[in-house]
């Protein structure tokens, strides 16, 4: 190496019942305040708001943000819907589009909604042993539709990078909601 930069080991325990880490170097928590323009139902989301619940969580690993290196967290999104709609991950693209990710879903039900800028949608179910491959390019979205947490392991290069400021300026072009009891995919 020419540098001082050397990366060493690291491991941790994963609770994969919620997906917490025995050691996060992060974990936050994202409240409804903190997403809620991004729910179809405004009126619905206005009346959640002084309980401001928590939709998702994740736990992290802070490792080298360099590309070689990779960065992996656990996400949980909580069961429940604003309004008709799911309890949802705000979604973004990674900052340096050339970056794919790996979810590996463990517990729960849902689906990963998944864009291009230039206006491809794919929807994959997730349940638990369902690996999603998130290419370069796409932005993604984790939608609980279940009655328990949805959690995934979480893998993408380390110098990703997250860009949250798209989606939330344009959306996703699909919604999740229930109707009828049931999960249906509409457009927005
Ligand atoms: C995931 C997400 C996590 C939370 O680790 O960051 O599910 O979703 P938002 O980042 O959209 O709030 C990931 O895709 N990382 O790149
Ligand atoms: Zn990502």
Partial sequence: MTNS????????KINMATGELDSPDSA????????YTMYEDQEAAQKLLGADPVI??????KLPE????????????LPGKVGREYYMTKGHYHSVRE?????????GEGYMLMET?????????MRPNTCVYVPAYWAHRSINTGGEPLISFCVYPGHAGHDYGSIETKGFKKRVVEIDGKPVIIDV
């Fill in 66 to 77: 360099l590309p070689g290196e990779l960065q992996w967290c656990m996400s949980v999104t």
């Fill in 99 to 107: 970056t794919a990710e790996i979810y590996l879903c463990v517990a």
């Fill in 28 to 35: 936050y928590d994202r409240k409804l305040s903190q997403m």
């Fill in 117 to 125: 800028e230039q206006g491809d949608v794919e929807i994959k179910e």
């Fill in 56 to 61: 998702y969580k994740v736990y992290e690993k």
């Fill in 5 to 12: 930069y050397f990366p060493r080991p690291v491991d941790v």
